[in-house]
């Protein structure tokens, strides 16, 4: 065995036999090892007889077979204490072995010391071997190994002291040992303990939670146990218990923030990360059930934790006073003094938890002192610090659950390291300070949840402030820019940072200044100064690239959930392809964990608990923190100059209240003002200012603290001002404050505490200020304040204590955020690098001490964390930082040609686009894409002879841009398109075109115009090397235009067209219009215009044809207008392609088909519309009619909405003097009409109108008459659809409700073919305009049987225009419109039953104004249509029509009367308003429904013409006119009554009987006895109407009566010109309105049918025929007698055909006429007539004659 051979080989060892080792020899070693042989000898001792080897010890046995310690462990134990190495070492060894193979485990209590254990004494005997430097390298060695086997060993357990020791020697060995392999085996060596020392910590945790249930443990070890109970001691019991709740009565107040913490420490989850390692022999099913299990287990734990802790409640308070005494480090401890009694107010779950606590401790209070003791040269010093903090991270980088989550742990962090890495993180040594970031990091990590506190001023005291200033070095730049680098590298982490700091009110803007920092690095605004290269400051700004850059990655990581790519080329932000994203069960919607980045810190390692849960993770809350916080830093800001306008400001933006009590707590709690500045405000004596300073005292609480801590804690918030007045001020209410909190003391009255606060400061200033030479002593300073306590002294010990106190800490203000290092550089002169890294030192140690101040101020605080969790937290972080990251890499590309830098910069800004594109942040957007596509130098102002490697890559990084992120690009499309576009032309330049192939066409230097955009570029710089050719370029730019034609480029750019059918709807519509403009511009270069986008924009077109039609319109409405544009354009050879395109899309889009009721036809093909209405090319207008003839020959079938384009290019050819163009045009819209219309009208009756106008047009062009004529043909054949298809066109369009069903075939059939006959009539030459006219008649009254009494109104209206045409004198030349009004009243004629009640008001109105018109003609024509319209349907007129037709002929005949020639005098003119007024007279309105005609017509024309006319020529034309209608409208009115022959046969008979003597009386009384009264409308007319007729015709008989008796003003008018040589008269309708009375009053006297009106008639004819003879006889002319000898003649003889009682008695009235008649010279004619009537007289009075006389029957003869 083993031990026997130890033993013997201790003794075989020379210095045994000295005899200091005489009891080792004699005593222990032979004693033990013959009692070992003895038994052995009695069997007491069996050794297998299978054993291998006697060196080794036989297996423990439980059962019996126990070795007795004490026997054989003292003789090592003295081995250990002796001098000699070798002894020690074998010594070591076999104790080592006994304890490393189960045979030794110390439990035993140690008989020397019963308070302990053997295996605790064993220790110290074996820490004991090391005794300094001088200690054997074999010794060292063995100790570790000793030390390691008794910390790892299964079988010993070690706690408290021991583990220190343990550790401690073998820290002691590696600072000691010279021998480099034991100083790493001693380090290893303490790597692994701490390790063990931990795992067993939280092993412990995992058994005590599995415990609970019996179930299977996998601990760390990857061992699968049986839960036994443990065997450690629980240092816990309940009297400790009360005794800690006695220490602390307040503890049960804090119980249930107690349980709230330890709960939520509880409930994470103890085996995160432990079950990494399974045993082979347990399957994956079984690993699967045994975490389960062991879940459970661990939730049902919390309860009983949470009690055990409410129980044990010694750290109810993490803030309370028994917490915090822990924290104060004393600056001489080290391990040898971390006994229990140090940690006896804390309370731990386990004695395990309190070794590693202690532990933990030891190594924060050893990384941050110098160690001096005895054996440790102090030259050591650094390396003791820097092992003490690689253990230290080794610690927290492997921290288990227990470590996160206890309290302990978490307050020792934040006390203990955090302090420690405030020191260590301003070291000069580079490995101290990467060290602390390494830690640093780690917590960040880990404990984040924890340390936001700390966290802040780690990042603002050392990160920001090293970046920050200029004069830092180089090492330390790099160091934290690379930590920086690693931080950011974890998406969650750097969201973290801006939630919790950017938007807290209290934290600084780290996430700002962090960006800002690095930015100005790269920029090269903060150079650094000490000791770096031009290489190493390249090499920073290269690393400062990198953390911006991880920084936008992990932003763009954190949100990649928002984006859609719909390209999938690359994904940012995802560097690995198999990442695994885990999802947090609580982390709700839009919401994530952790993304794996490369080199990220465990995020989800930091899972929050209850009592440090931040608050609820909403974006919109966030924002408007940080909105409130900015304005808040404006306010301090403002504040800090002007200090009452940045209060006014924060008040007026409701951060802050207006009492003097919320100023005051703003000054007092808010760091972040200018102490200088508070100091004055507080000391200013306004008003307002002194009840700020009041209410800022007052608010501080000074009971129980002495006179010098008052007085430190109100002057650490604020400097004294300079002013006596205001520190008088200020020292006074500071002295009443101080008395009023304590009065009790030994201070008399306010005053004193005044007097002796003033004397303090004043010892403060000589003691502390340089600028003081001879110092006060302290006798001196107690003289100075006798008798100020009311003329009492105070105590010289209470004033010598006052000396000690400000002697030894100057009063001062309290380190803050705002105690920074200068960061304005170097002061002036220092510019050795040896003065540089002084002042640096100097910067760093003050660095340095402000930082561990602030540390050690936040210790205690436990601040809430927020985890970031929504993804809209980006687009409030990137508008944050946008510039600052655009100027660091627009920076570098700019001043940079390494590709390193230009890569990253172009990463950079291809990560920005990214997030300001998901976010729809179009002004950050816009910025980056165009500082993007300006560094490509494609632009028209770039140098384009600059162009390098960076600008190739920035021109595929573009390209990229526009794969990746179309969607987002909106309208960033026109930067990037523009450069693609100046890309092939450098394409062009690099493969040698020459410059008559850039463009498509020659000759265009002066020829294109503006006509797209109005602010075209001038000149394009590309364009213009193009026409310089290669062969002028310098080799490098060759290679670089070279380089813009690889085989890549070519294939990216045409995938970025080829691939926009993957666009979404609204990204799709960006990049057409950017491409609609990029055409424009090319278009419009003023000398070399190019094709490249117009041929893109077609190319898209075909690719996205095949998109749903909302968005293919949206397109199309954008590339329609281009086309516009481009088709109009001046070059034909631009037009002629544009053209030719457009065609071939038209082609293919119409394949496509459309269904009813759609308009995508209709929009498609409108340019085809517009270029035919634009543009003046005959050329350009006949390949227009030509594609779209190809269309309608090709693709009829297909056409839908199409039509309605197709005949307005057809009506605009139609007007076209052409004769290719109009003879094309007319005959595709003839095939139309002729052949399509039979097959597919139903399909086309959308069109129709539009059909029907066309062909209008083409009627209307005066230069093909044939064309014309045949037009309207088309239009009649037109007619035969509507009327056999009418169904259809009630039935399209049946959503629009505008029209009613059953007037749609009126409204869009008939109604447009009717309009546009009557724009034929109205427009076109004479012969069109008759063959026009003829046809819409024709039509109507073929057609009008189905017309509806509405639809003749409006037809009528359509009729009454073509008369409104001659009322304009313009048109007053041709005068043909008679043929309308005959037309017109043959359609009446022909439909009267319909037309009479509706229109026959507007046609009288028509009438009488044709009647009323200067035109002879006209007036003719008019007159002859009313005696025909009323003759044609008199008949049918009832009482109602016959008024109006006589009110109608008398408005006629008051309007035509010429009444001027009776007042007419020289000099007088004509006012066409004064006639027309004077023929409305009669208020009969010529309106029609719903417009006006004639009246309107007139007047817009009167306007013009109503200046006076002078001339007497035209006045008399004007009165002939009127004279001549009369004579007319006489006609018209006997004509109406007995119809034209009737009146001329009478007047005839009445003639030839008069010259016939032989015809007797007889047979002439019979003839006027079988007068036909049935011929004409007489017997249809009522008497009162004829009254109303013969009213007329007697006013028009007197007034040109006379006008021919009025001698003078008819040789007046003679005179001047009137009727031409003759003297005018108006005879003529004197007779003839006379004798048209007559014949219908005698008519009216032989009715037999109105004997009712005959006694009226009677005394009209009487009283008219008397006054006509009376004027017959007044006669003297010649001839006007010969007028009235025919006129008397009828008369008499119809008065002698008269009855023997009439002719008696109106024979007895015109008895003395008769006679004057005889008298004068008559004719024959009259004159037989006269003799007839005597010879009447004589018979019919009874008058006797011979018999020789002529007979003559009796009265029973004569008719009645």
């Known amino acids: ?254 119980k249930v923030e107690l349980k709230e913490e330890t709960e939520e420490i509880a409930k994470v989850t103890l085996l995160n990360g432990e079950q990494e390692a399974f045993p082979d022999s347990v399957t994956n099913v079984e690993a699967e059930q045994i975490v389960t299990e062991t879940v459970t287990m661990a939730e049902a734990l919390v309860n009983e934790l949470v009690e055990t802790a409410i129980q044990k409640s010694l750290t109810a308070n993490v803030k309370s006073d028994k917490v915090s005494n822990v924290g104060r480090i004393p600056s001489e401890e080290n391990f040898s003094k971390q006994t229990e009694d140090d940690c006896s107010g804390l309370y731990f779950g386990h004695i395990l938890q309190r070794d590693a606590y202690l532990v933990f401790r030891s190594l924060c209070k050893l990384s941050m002192k110098q160690v001096t003791e005895g054996y440790v040269d102090p030259r050591n010093w650094m390396r003791s610090e820097i092992l003490a903090m690689e253990l230290l991270l080794g610690v927290i980088q492997q921290a288990g659950n227990v470590f996160k989550s206890h309290p302990v742990f978490v307050t020792a962090i934040r006390q203990y390291l955090c302090v420690a890495l405030s020191k260590n993180g301003t070291s000069h040594v580079p490995e101290v300070f990467q060290l602390s970031l390494e830690i640093f990091r780690s917590l960040l990590a880990n404990f ?99 953390c911006l850059v991880s920084i936008l990655k992990r932003m763009v990581e954190w949100s990649r959930e928002l984006y859609v790519n719909s390209h999938a080329l690359s994904n940012l932000g995802a560097e690995s392809k198999n990442k695994d994203v885990s999802e947090d069960s609580d982390s709700g919607k839009n919401t994530m964990v952790s993304y794996g980045s490369v080199n990220s810190l465990s995020s989800s390692a930091s899972s929050p608990n209850a009592a440090l849960q931040g608050k609820e993770d909403n974006p919109e809350q966030f924002e408007v923190l940080k909105h409130h916080k900015d304005i808040w830093e404006q306010g301090i800001d403002i504040f800090n100059r002007k200090p009452k306008k940045g209060i006014t400001y924060l008040q007026e933006n409701g951060l802050l ?132 306590n009311d003329s009492k002294d105070l105590p010289e010990e209470f004033l010598s204590a006052i000396y000690d106190q400000i002697a030894g800490n100057e ?327 544009s053209l030719d395109s457009l065609r071939q899309l038209a082609m293919k889009f119409i394949e496509k088909g459309e269904l009813s009721n759609f308009r995508f036809q209709k929009d498609f093909l409108r340019p085809f519309e517009h270029i035919m209405k634009k543009n003046k090319s005959p050329a350009i207008r006949h390949m227009v009619v030509l594609c779209i003839a190809q269309m309608v020959n090709s693709q009829a079938k297909n056409i839908k909405s199409g039509w309605k384009n197709i005949f307005s290019v057809f009506h605009i050819a139609a007007s076209d003097q052409g004769k290719a163009i109009v003879e094309l045009a007319f005959q595709t819209t003839g095939k139309i009409i002729g052949q399509l219309y039979e097959q597919q009208f139903a399909v086309m009756i959308d069109s129709f109108q539009d059909a029907i106008k066309c062909l209008s047009e083409f009627a209307c062009n005066s230069s093909f008459l044939d064309t014309s004529m045949e037009a309207i043909q088309l239009i009649r054949q037109c007619c035969k659809h509507v009327d056999e298809m009418p169904q259809l066109f009630r039935e399209h369009n049946i959503e629009d409700m505008t029209v009613n069903k059953e007037h749609r075939v009126w409204v869009r059939g008939w109604f447009p073919i009717l309009f546009e006959l009557n724009c034929i009539i109205t427009r076109c030459k004479l012969d069109v305009r008759s063959h026009g006219l003829i046809i819409l008649f024709k039509v109507v009254k073929t057609y009008g049987r189905n017309f509806k009494s509405h639809w003749w109104q409006d037809l009528f209206q359509i009729l009454f225009r073509i008369l409104d045409n001659i009322k304009l004198p313009e048109q007053q030349t041709e005068k043909n419109e008679w043929m309308t ?70 408005d006629i005949f008051n309007s035509t009367l010429p009444r001027q020639l009776i007042t007419w005098q020289p000099g007088d003119y004509l006012d066409l308003e004064e006639m027309t007024e004077r023929r409305d007279s009669g208020h009969i309105s010529l309106r029609r429904f719903p417009s006006t005609h004639s009246i309107n017509s007139l007047s817009s024309n009167s306007s013009r013409l109503s200046r006076p006319i002078t001339s007497d020529q035209r006045i008399f034309s004007a009165l002939q006119i009127q004279c001549v209608v009369e004579l007319e409208l006489i006609t018209t009115i006997e004509n109406i009554v007995f119809f034209p022959a009737t009146a001329k046969k009478e007047d005839a008979e009445a003639l030839a009987l008069s010259q016939g003597d032989s015809i007797s009386l007889k047979s002439s009384s019979l003839h006027y006895c079988s007068f036909n009264q049935d011929q004409g409308i007489y017997s249809h007319i009522s008497s009162s109407h004829i009254f109303q007729l013969l009213d007329i015709l007697k006013e028009s008989h007197y007034f040109a009566r006379d006008f021919n008796l009025n001698e ?130 004589g018979p019919v009075f009874g008058i006797n004659y011979s018999s020789n006389s002529e007979s003559y029957l009796p009265n029973s003869s004569s008719p009645n």
Request: with cysteine; hydrophobic share 40%.
């Open 1 to 254: 065995m083993f031990i026997v051979r130890g033993l013997e080989k201790i003794l075989e060892e020379r210095e045994i036999e000295k005899s200091y080792n005489s009891q080792l020899k004699c005593e222990s070693c032979e004693s033990s090892l013959e009692s070992i042989r003895a038994e052995i000898q009695a069997g007491k001792i069996h050794q297998g007889e299978n054993a291998t080897s006697a060196a080794l010890p036989l297996p423990r046995n439980e059962a019996g077979n126990v070795m007795s310690v004490e026997k054989y462990v003292t003789p090592f134990e003295f081995g250990c204490q002796s001098k000699t190495p070798r002894i020690m070492v074998s010594a070591m060894d076999c104790l080592q072995k006994l304890i490393a193979h189960g045979h030794l485990t110390g439990n035993e209590i140690d008989q020397r010391n019963k308070s302990r254990r053997l295996i605790d004494r064993l220790v110290e005997t074996i820490c004991n071997c090391f005794t300094g430097t001088q200690t054997d390298e074999g010794v060292q060695l063995q100790i570790i190994k000793a030390l390691l086997t008794i910390m790892t060993s299964q079988h010993v357990e070690v706690y408290g002291k021991t583990v220190l020791i343990s550790v401690k020697t073998c820290y002691d060995i590696y600072l000691a040992s010279k021998n480099i392999v034991n100083q790493k085996t001693a380090k290893a060596t303490l790597t692994q303990m701490l390790s063990v020392i931990f795992q067993r910590m939280e092993n412990q945790a995992i058994e005590e939670a599995a415990r609970h249930y019996n179930a299977p443990v996998i601990n760390k070890g990857g061992q699968k146990t049986i839960n036994k109970q443990s065997s450690s001691t629980n240092l816990s019991d309940q009297s400790e218990t009360k005794q800690v709740e006695e220490e602390n009565p307040n503890s049960s107040e804090n």
């Open 448 to 546: 984040k949840m924890h340390l936001k506190a700390q966290i802040e001023v780690f990042f603002r005291e050392i990160f920001l402030s090293i970046l920050e200033t200029t004069s830092s070095s180089f090492e330390h730049k790099w160091l934290v820019i690379n930590a920086l680098t690693r931080i950011c590298a974890d998406a969650q982490c750097v969201v973290d940072i801006y939630v919790n700091y950017d938007c807290d009110f209290a934290a600084a803007n780290i996430y700002e200044r962090l960006v800002n920092a690095l930015s100005n690095i790269v920029q090269d605004q903060h150079s650094v100064n000490i000791g770096a290269t031009p290489n190493q400051k390249k090499a920073l700004r290269i690393k400062a690239l990198e």
């Open 657 to 788: 209240g207006n009492r003097a009590e919320d100023i005051a707590s703003f000054l007092l709690n808010d760091e972040r003002p200018d102490k200088a500045v508070v100091g004055n405000f507080l000391g200013d004596p306004d008003k307002s200012n002194v009840q700020i300073m009041h209410a800022y005292v007052d608010l501080m609480d000074f009971n129980g603290k002495d006179i010098v801590a008052a007085l430190r804690c109100f002057l650490e918030g604020f400097r004294l001002p300079g002013e006596a007045q205001k520190i008088d001020r200020l020292m006074e209410k500071f002295a009443s404050r101080y008395f009023q909190c304590n009065q009790s003391g030994i201070f008399a009255s306010a005053d004193t505490a005044y007097v002796l606060a003033y004397s303090i400061i004043m010892l403060t200033t000589d003691l502390h200020s340089p600028q003081v030479k001879t110092k006060m002593t302290k006798a001196q300073y107690i003289k100075m304040n006798k008798g100020s």
């Open 811 to 1137: 009063i001062k203000m309290r380190a803050s955020a705002n105690s920074k290092v200068t960061k304005s550089g170097m002061r002036t002169g220092t510019t050795s690098q040896k003065q540089k890294r002084l002042l640096w030192n100097v910067e760093m140690e003050v660095l340095s001490s402000t930082a561990r101040q602030l540390m050690e101020s936040v210790s205690h605080v436990q601040a809430p964390f927020t985890t970031a969790k929504h993804l809209e937290h980006v687009r409030p972080m990137f508008k944050l930082a946008w510039t600052p990251f655009l100027a660091a890499f627009m920076v570098g590309l700019q001043d940079c040609d390494d590709p390193e830098v230009a890569t990253l910069c172009l990463d950079g800004i291809r990560c920005s686009v990214r997030i300001a594109c998901i976010f729809h942040m179009e002004l950050e957007r816009e910025a980056y894409v165009q500082a993007l596509a300006r560094f490509t130098l494609l632009t028209a102002n770039s140098p384009i002879s600059k162009l390098k490697a960076k600008n190739i890559d920035t021109i595929k990084m573009l390209i990229t841009v526009a794969h990746t992120d179309g969607n987002y690009l909106g309208k960033s499309w026109m930067d990037i398109l523009k450069c693609i576009s100046q890309l092939e032309l450098a394409q062009l330049i690099g493969t040698g075109v020459r410059p008559q192939y850039i463009t498509a066409y020659n000759n265009i230097n002066n020829q294109l115009t503006n006509f797209g955009s109005p602010n075209s570029p001038s000149s394009f710089r590309l364009s213009d090397l193009a026409w310089m050719g290669m062969n002028s370029l310098e080799p490098g730019f060759k290679r670089s235009i070279n380089e813009t034609s690889s085989q890549s480029i070519v294939v990216d750019v045409d995938r970025i067209f080829t691939c926009s059918t993957r666009l979404g709807g609204d990204a799709i519509v960006e990049f057409v219009k950017a491409l609609f403009q990029v055409s424009i511009d090319e278009l419009n270069h003023p000398t070399h215009p190019r094709i490249f986008s117009l041929q893109k924009l077609v190319e898209i077109s075909y690719y996205n044809m095949g998109r749903i039609r909302l968005q293919w319109s949206r397109i199309w409405e954008i590339l329609g207008d281009h086309f516009d544009k481009v088709g109009c354009s001046p070059n034909e050879d631009i037009a002629v392609f």
């Open 1381 to 1450: 009004t005959w037309l017109m009243v043959d359609v009446v004629t022909q439909y009267f039953d319909i037309l009479g009640g509706l229109l026959l008001d507007d046609i009288y109105s028509q009438l009488k104004w044709c009647v009323q018109q200067d035109n002879e003609e006209l007036a003719r024509s008019g007159s002859n249509c009313l005696e025909r319209l009323i003759i044609s349907n008199g008949r049918k007129f009832t009482d109602e029509i016959w008024s109006k037709t006589c009110r109608c002929l008398m």
């Open 1608 to 1737: 003078e003003q008819r040789n007046l008018l003679w005179k001047a010109g009137f009727k031409g040589n003759v003297c005018p008269n108006i005879l003529k309708q004197e007779t003839l309105s006379i004798d048209c009375i007559f014949r219908i009053l005698f008519q009216l006297y032989r009715d037999q049918s109105r004997q009712d009106t005959w006694p009226e008639i009677e005394i009209r004819l009487t009283k008219i025929g008397k006054d006509a003879l009376s004027h017959f006889l007044m006669l003297e002319s010649d001839t006007q007698k010969e007028l009235w000898v025919s006129l008397m003649f009828r008369f008499l003889t119809r008065v002698h055909n008269l009855n023997d009682e009439r002719f008696c008695t109106h024979i007895s009235h015109r008895y003395p006429l008769l006679c004057n008649i005889m008298s004068s010279d008559l004719k024959p004619e009259l004159q037989s007539v006269v003799r007839r009537i005597f010879l009447r007289i």
